[in-house]
Nanobody, 128 residues
Framework: QVQLVESGGGLVQPGGSLRLSCAASGFTSDSYAIGWFRQAPGKEREGVSCVSNSDGRTYYADSVKGRFTISRDNAKNTVYLQMNSLKSEDTAVYYC?????????????????????WGQGTQVTVSS
């Protein structure tokens, strides 16, 4: 059974850092592209970042470029999202998701409908 489990969320002050983890089971995460999404109250789910399975390329939303870093540890079957210089507008539930195909990933990575499997989400709150 394919499953994704997020962890690492919490409360952090503006300017602080958090590292989210997305642990995969039932498949090897390096055979899938893994994306991170977030959804704030009253807002649509938005793509934050993605790492390709085919060539290791990474993609970021403009709002997080230079602050967030996605990486994968294949030995642990886990993908991470390092979040630095956090802002109040980063407050949201963060989800990871997987998709087997990397066709047109550069074009589709931020579209939630593209992904097959989703985790349950982890809350990130940035507040003083």
């Amino acid at each position: 059974q394919v499953q994704l489990v997020e962890s690492g969320g919490g409360l952090v002050q503006p300017g602080g850092s958090l590292r989210l983890s997305c642990a995969a089971s039932g498949f090897t995460s390096d055979s899938y592209a893994i994306g991170w999404f977030r959804q704030a109250p009253g807002k649509e789910r938005e793509g934050v970042s993605c790492v390709s399975n085919s060539d290791g390329r990474t993609y970021y939303a403009d709002s997080v470029k230079g602050r967030f870093t996605i990486s994968r540890d294949n030995a642990k079957n886990t993908v991470y999202l390092q979040m630095n210089s956090l802002k109040s507008e980063d407050t949201a539930v963060y989800y990871c998701a997987s998709v087997r195909s990397s066709v047109y990933l550069w074009l589709r990575w931020s579209r939630s409908a593209y992904y097959d499997t989703w985790g349950q989400g982890t809350q990130v709150t940035v507040s003083s």
